[in-house]
């Protein structure tokens, strides 16, 4: 086990040169354990079978303020995918109890702003709270190419693409424009996705999915919350940012900040036939409305196929709870 803690008595008083203490080709699980405290850094993980568990994640904050529109030593703005907090593409990634925040601030004023920048396989997310404003949560990989430009910018920009599983469970995931985005089949159990009060008249989209095409699920949400300080009907709970998106949730609670129509098709026709948006026993004063004709009310029998084993077994049968 690694110690890591700002008084200096662990090992070492940054999680950086924790991580790096690794080796690159670890085999074994390493625990890295880590005291309440404010960590500004910029974490890069991408070593395998790497846990990385916080004394509380109320005071456990890894935070740092990249956006978009920073400007890189070269010049060149930052762009969505090196704004990161922290950038995870390790297999078999565990984080527990831990806050992963972006305090660049307001997506129209500096650009989106990563916290969790998430590309890891059998990847594990508990008790953690996710915290920014457009662009939070990222669970890679990116999509086959950019509709603008002829690149993406970061740290896997121009790298084979893989399919990614994750598991967030307990965790409380805040943002506002496309909080929740990105290729990755992700399951999110009794979990809370917070939606900021930008007082407009749409104040944000909670999910932007894009999952590849002939992907069975995208992302799943059971027994969540969706909850929100804005105004009522100002949030939908998601639109596709690629034609095929898939998101479902499954029990969840929605708050009176849900629109009626609760998803948007983001003006893609193609989206309203290839993509799969569904309910089944959602509540709460968001759960009534007029849902567009191209999502789906899924019966008790096309619900049973969503559980957490069936998601995320995949070829190698992993296994969660």
């Excluded at 799969?276 to 759960?287: C, F, L, R, W």
């Amino acid at each position: 086990m690694i110690t890591v803690s700002k008084d200096g008595k662990s090992q070492f008083t940054s999680i950086q040169k924790a991580v790096d203490s690794i080796p690159d080709n670890n085999k074994e699980r390493v625990v890295i354990t880590v005291e309440s405290g404010v960590y500004k850094e910029k974490l890069s993980i991408r070593k395998p079978n790497v846990t990385l568990i916080g004394e509380d994640k109320e005071n456990t904050i890894i935070t740092f303020n990249d956006s978009a529109d920073t400007l890189m030593e070269n010049g060149e703005r930052m762009r969505t995918f090196n704004s990161y907090t922290m950038f995870v593409d390790g297999d078999d990634f565990i984080c527990e109890n831990i806050t992963i925040e972006n305090t660049a601030g307001d997506g129209d004023l500096v650009g989106q702003a990563v916290a969790l920048y998430a590309d890891g396989d059998r990847m594990i997310v508990k008790n953690c709270r996710l915290i920014a404003n457009q662009d939070t949560l990222f669970t890679g990989p990116l999509p086959p190419r950019p509709i603008e430009g002829n690149n993406f910018g970061g740290p896997k920009d121009g790298t084979e693409r893989r399919d990614t599983r994750q598991y967030y469970e307990n965790c409380y995931i805040r943002g506002d424009i496309d909080f929740i985005f990105g290729s990755a089949t992700a399951v999110f159990n009794k979990c809370e996705m917070f939606s900021n009060n930008k007082n407009k008249e749409v104040n944000g989209f909670v999910t932007a999915a894009s999952t590849p095409e002939g992907k069975e699920f995208g992302y799943v949400f059971f027994d969540c919350k969706f909850m929100s300080d804005a105004k009522k009907h100002t949030v939908y709970l998601g639109r596709p940012w690629r034609d095929y998106a898939k998101t479902v949730l499954i029990r969840c609670y929605l708050g009176e900040h849900i629109i009626e129509e609760g998803f948007h098709n983001w003006n893609k026709s193609n989206a309203e036939r290839e993509s799969y948006y569904a309910e089944y026993g959602s509540y709460g004063p968001g759960a009534y409305g007029k849902r567009p004709k191209w999502t789906h009310a899924l019966t008790e029998e096309e619900a049973e196929k969503y559980s957490i084993s069936n998601i995320l077994r995949g070829a190698d049968n992993w296994k969660v709870i």
